[in-house]
């Protein structure tokens, strides 16, 4: 299987294959983020581990978990780690984030990220082999257990930030209110000005009073807002 070196800037690069690669959405997804210094983060559905390589561009005060389901990603992984010597800093899980409470304590992390697959089973929208099924389609977990394993995995007033489709929006407010993760920030990704919402970031705190603030719409056509989010590089 074929790799490439992907350079991040700032000493970090992605290890990236055939299958495992990655798209806009997961910039877009660290961007929306934003982790703070101090917080402790984990990723899931982390594929080649392009969200936790870009958070670790930053000088964080703690490692970044990574939790992976497919075997080979999570060895790409562990090449970019050697590669942009992040060794004690960026946390490697092979596992199925359904058995997740059985590695992790609860309430560990203060910032959970998520990138999931995006099609439902029977959508359509399944490809014939398993490694591209499993990172398109809810092969290996489904959006609800991906809300309630990241419940389990946050403290007390975490944040949760995942990106989706628009028409699973209301999906995701109800499971993450059922389990007791406020949405309180939104933002829609639209191509221009004329057209709908292709992806929607959404941030939720958990045991978080009501209250969600819908953020301006980013607009793929805006190139400045997108030269920031590729490149920028910031402490905020």
Request: proline share 4%; glycine share 6%; charged share 25%.
């Given at each position: 299987?074929?790799?490439?070196?992907?350079?991040?800037?700032?000493?970090?690069?992605?290890?990236?294959?055939?299958?495992?690669?990655?798209?806009?959405?997961?910039?877009?997804?660290?961007?929306?983020?934003?982790?703070?210094?101090?917080?402790?983060?984990?990723?899931?559905?982390?594929?080649?581990?392009?969200?936790?390589?870009?958070?670790?561009?930053?000088?964080?005060?703690?490692?970044?978990?990574?939790?992976?389901?497919?075997?080979?990603?999570?060895?790409?992984?562990?090449?970019?780690?050697?590669?942009?010597?992040?060794?004690?800093?960026?946390?490697?899980?092979?596992?199925?984030?359904?058995?997740?409470?059985?590695?992790?304590?609860?309430?560990?992390?203060?910032?959970?990220?998520?990138?999931?697959?995006?099609?439902?089973?029977?959508?359509?929208?399944?490809?014939?082999?398993?490694?591209?099924?499993?990172?398109?389609?809810?092969?290996?977990?489904?959006?609800?257990?991906?809300?309630?394993?990241?419940?389990?995995?946050?403290?007390?007033?975490?944040?949760?930030?995942?990106?989706?489709?628009?028409e699973r929006l209301t999906?995701?407010?109800?499971?993450?209110?059922?389990?007791?993760?406020?949405?309180?920030?939104?933002?829609?990704?639209?191509?221009?000005?004329?057209?709908?919402?292709?992806?929607?970031?959404?941030?939720?705190?958990?045991?978080?009073?009501?209250?969600?603030?819908?953020?301006?719409?980013?607009?793929?056509?805006?190139?400045?807002?997108?030269?920031?989010?590729?490149?920028?590089?910031?402490?905020?």
């Amino acid at each position: 299987m074929a790799e490439k070196i992907e350079v991040l800037g700032n000493g970090i690069s992605a290890v990236l294959s055939d299958i495992h690669t990655f798209g806009t959405d997961a910039f877009l997804l660290y961007d929306f983020a934003n982790i703070k210094l101090k917080e402790t983060a984990c990723d899931l559905c982390s594929g080649c581990g392009i969200i936790p390589l870009l958070m670790l561009r930053k000088p964080l005060k703690n490692p970044v978990t990574a939790v992976e389901i497919q075997k080979d990603a999570c060895e790409l992984m562990e090449k970019a780690a050697d590669m942009s010597n992040l060794q004690g800093k960026l946390n490697i899980l092979n596992c199925d984030l359904k058995e997740i409470r059985c590695v992790i304590a609860a309430g560990a992390f203060d910032l959970l990220t998520v990138n999931p697959p995006y099609f439902q089973l029977g959508s359509g929208y399944d490809c014939e082999d398993l490694p591209h099924r499993i990172i398109r389609s809810e092969v290996m977990c489904t959006l609800g257990d991906i809300v309630a394993q990241s419940a389990w995995l946050l403290r007390s007033g975490g944040r949760m930030c995942i990106c989706h489709k628009p028409e699973r929006l209301t999906d995701i407010i109800c499971l993450m209110r059922e389990n007791r993760i406020e949405p309180k920030r939104l933002k829609f990704v639209c191509k221009n000005e004329k057209s709908a919402p292709w992806l929607v970031l959404i941030e939720g705190k958990k045991d978080a009073k009501p209250g969600l603030t819908a953020e301006k719409n980013l607009y793929m056509n805006d190139r400045e807002e997108l030269e920031r989010i590729y490149n920028g590089y910031s402490e905020r």
